[in-house]
């Protein structure tokens, strides 16, 4: 039996292949391989899409989360509050800086940042006075967005500013509003698996902040003078991005909204036909996520592992995000723990499993993965 793909980037390539391959072209022949034409049409159409004023398109998630830390002058002593169910670039970028992650819980539900957990935490930075409590950075957990609204309400109670940490939920919304809506600045990536990906690295960040704006505009191209290159004002990164990954995008960026519905049905008929085997991700009220990733928890006690090789076997392949907290990973573990514990995420590496997704899985192969996981559990 054929093996499943655990990302079909194939059936998109070949959607559209047409028409980047025109694009591809159009770079090759004028020549400006950085920093391009295509940079600032990409950067004018995800401006459009996200409604937020300023784009800058970067090298990767990690510069665009970067970025905005380095223009607000993040530094030693500063507490930068993060999940520590994610991605290690969420808090890699703090410690690059010589600030503090500070890690905080995720709902049991959700997998997205608790805000009672968050809360509990600014307060302890603030009590103990150790640290300068300057940034929150949410991130949208396999596709889903965090809960901005209640998140913004802690920020702005304490005066913090707010990272949408998008790398895997661009595009997705809260009661019909992206994160734009309550971030300071979204930052995100396109590495290619992700829901809007291109084929190579790339990220970008986007801010209504025009001052911010210009900063980051700075730093992303070695901190240099906007008005004369070769006066280096700010010690900056080469953050760029290649023109074709920009040209790429482009025409990825034109079917998004049709593939992030595609998702959004597919995450439905999973939900539907898994009921009572598995706990999936739950939406937070009226929620769309973009599901990077479809993740679920299997009932406690079960052999993971075992359910995997079963899986495997089968030809449906599995994936695990995240076997290990951030704080409990050898680089990060002498950080701050909010509460000196993280049970929920602690948990969630234990019981977590993503099965495959895209926009392109169809109904057959679909009941195929039920089918097999259903049968992996002994049901």
């Not at 398109?57 to 993060?82: E, N």
């Not at 003078?225 to 034109?254: C, P």
């Not at 899986?311 to 907290?325: H, M, N, Q, S, W």
């Amino acid at each position: 039996m054929q093996p499943i793909p655990f990302i079909d980037l194939q059936t998109q390539r070949d959607r559209i292949r047409d028409k980047v391959d025109r694009r591809i072209a159009a770079v090759l022949d004028h020549g400006a391989f950085i920093m391009g034409p295509e940079i600032r049409e990409l950067e004018a159409e995800l401006s459009r899409f996200c409604g937020m004023e300023h784009t800058l398109s970067c090298a990767s998630g990690t510069d665009a989360l970067a970025l905005p830390l380095m223009a607000w002058d993040i530094r030693p002593g500063d507490a930068v509050f993060c999940p520590s169910f994610t991605f290690a670039a969420t808090a890699e970028v703090v410690a690059w800086l010589g600030a503090v992650p500070v890690f905080v819980d995720v709902d049991a539900s959700t997998f997205n940042m608790d805000p009672a957990s968050l809360e509990r935490a600014i307060a302890a930075v603030k009590a103990e006075g150790r640290l300068t409590p300057r940034v929150i950075i949410a991130v949208d957990l396999f596709g889903q967005p965090a809960d901005y609204p209640a998140i913004r309400s802690l920020a702005d109670a304490v005066g913090l500013k707010l990272i949408a940490d998008a790398a895997q939920g661009y595009g997705g919304t809260i009661d019909g509003r992206q994160a734009s809506h309550w971030a300071d600045v979204v930052s995100t990536s396109f590495f290619p698996a992700k829901p809007l990906g291109c084929y190579g690295d790339g990220g970008a960040v986007q801010t209504n902040d025009k001052e911010l704006a210009e900063v980051m505009t700075s730093l992303r191209v070695h901190g240099q003078n906007l008005e004369d290159k070769y006066d280096n004002v700010r010690v900056g990164m080469n953050g760029r991005m290649d023109t074709i990954q920009a040209a790429i995008l482009l025409e990825k960026l034109a079917i998004f909204p049709g593939e992030i519905a595609a998702r959004s049905r597919i995450a439905a008929r999973y939900g539907e036909s898994l009921s009572g085997l598995v706990a999936p991700q739950a939406l937070l009220r009226d929620a769309v996520s973009t599901w990077a990733q479809y993740t679920v928890r299997l009932p406690e006690g079960t052999d993971r592992a075992g359910v995997q090789t079963s899986l495997r076997e089968a030809g449906v392949p599995t994936a695990i995000y995240y076997p290990k907290p951030l704080h409990r990973q050898t680089a990060y573990r002498h950080f701050p723990v909010e509460g000196g514990e993280l049970k929920v995420s602690d948990a969630l590496s234990r019981d977590v499993l993503s099965l495959p997704m895209h926009a392109y899985l169809d109904e057959a192969t679909q009941d195929r993965i039920v089918e097999a996981l259903a049968a992996a559990l002994g049901r």
